[in-house]
């Protein structure tokens, strides 16, 4: 089965540095990754994915993903924070099962963003 | 197209009461996902449909929640009856079914059974 383990449950960083969410995954073949991102009471959106293609992935908001399968990776990062950034990030891998394509998602880490 | 589109926003009962939760999905998708989000538990997936048949309802916490999808824009989850450890918020979400394909989720239902 595929399943993430995002490693922090919550990271803290000043506005204006960088951001570093962390995210494992187990996946007997290769996966299909993505990172949300939900703001207080709000659903979520999706900010970027792992199809295969380049193992560098930009997404929304400045934010972008590495894919690093001698790690089993698929960390978050951002140059630069913003208050904005402020959010619940979950990393979600695709499960397969009977042929059916399911999200399962990560625990969620908080991001906290000081002035 | 508009999203998925959970309604109601909002929801408070008395336990006991029966509770629908309704979804519509994006045009043209074709797997349709019920979560339950919790401080404790995170995001839980209950059941999961694929042309509108139910595949695995696993995650159903127990008798007394049951979901359908009637066509392929609507879906329902229901509870029945209702007790105060429901209460979270409930997501919907929506994908063309396919390894690569990211899911549409809507805005949720915050449930409060009191």
């Known amino acids: 089965a595929q399943s993430v383990t995002q490693l922090d449950s919550h990271v803290s960083v000043s506005e204006g540095t960088p951001v570093l969410l962390r995210c494992n995954y187990s996946?007997?073949?290769?996966?299909?990754l993505f990172w949300y991102v939900q703001h207080p009471n709000k659903g979520l959106q999706l900010l970027l994915k792992y199809t295969s293609a380049a193992t560098l992935v930009k997404g929304i908001n400045g934010f972008e993903a590495e894919f690093k399968k001698s790690e089993t990776s698929f960390h978050l990062t951002k140059p630069s924070a913003h208050m904005s950034d402020a959010a619940e990030y979950f990393c979600?891998?695709?499960?397969?099962?009977?042929?059916?394509?399911?999200?399962?998602f990560g625990r969620g880490t908080s991001l906290i963003v000081h002035p | 197209d508009a999203g998925v589109i959970q309604s109601p926003r909002h929801e408070v009962t008395e336990m006991g009461q029966e509770v629908t939760l309704r979804c519509k999905p994006i045009?043209?998708?074709?797997?349709l996902f019920w979560y339950r989000q919790t401080m404790m538990r995170g995001l839980e997936l209950l059941i999961y449909?694929?042309?509108?048949?139910?595949?695995?309802d696993s995650g159903m916490p127990e008798d007394r929640f049951s979901a359908k999808m009637p066509n392929a824009s609507f879906s329902t989850l229901k509870i029945q009856p209702s007790e105060p450890r429901d209460s979270a918020v409930y997501f919907c979400?929506?994908?063309?079914?396919?390894?690569?394909?990211?899911?549409?989720f809507g805005q949720g239902t915050r449930l409060t059974v009191v």
């Open positions: 979600v891998v695709t499960s397969t099962s009977g042929g059916s394509y399911i999200p399962t």
């Open positions: 996946s007997s073949y290769s996966p299909s």
């Open positions: 449909f694929n042309n509108n048949v139910p595949i695995d």
């Open positions: 045009s043209g998708h074709n797997s």
């Open positions: 979400a929506s994908s063309h079914r396919g390894p690569n394909t990211e899911a549409f």
